[in-house]
Nanobody, 122 residues
């Protein structure tokens, strides 16, 4: 059983930056592909980014491509999401999740954190 805890959310101004972290415990973090998702009020959950177990392979949702960077430190059991040039439409609860394979759809992820709120003001 893998437990995931996100942190780093908060309030940012448009054009600003935030870095989210997700610390894993209770399982072999380095054996999982990891992803970030977000959900805004009244909207569907949206894929943000994912990375392979090594971090060498990554992919991004179209709305964040070129602005967000996913990375991981397996020695620290930690996943990161560096967010730059933030926009008000990035406002959402951000979740990290663990999957057994890269490219998993949201329903195929095995473990989820509780989320961290990101609010971007204009």
């Amino acid at each position: 059983q893998v437990q995931l805890v996100e942190s780093g959310g908060g309030l940012a101004q448009a054009g600003g930056s935030l870095r989210l972290s997700c610390v894993a415990s209770g399982g072999a973090f380095s054996s999982y592909a990891m992803g970030w998702f977000r959900q805004a009020p009244g909207k569907e959950r949206e894929f943000v980014a994912d990375c392979s177990w090594s971090g060498a392979s990554t992919s991004y949702g179209d709305s964040v491509k070129g602005r967000f960077t996913i990375s991981r430190d397996n020695a620290k059991n930690t996943l990161y999401l560096q967010m730059a040039n933030l926009k008000p439409e990035d406002t959402a609860v951000y979740y990290c999740a663990a999957a057994r394979f890269l490219g998993a759809k949201a329903h195929e992820y095995d473990y989820w954190g509780r989320g961290t709120q990101v609010t971007v003001s204009s």
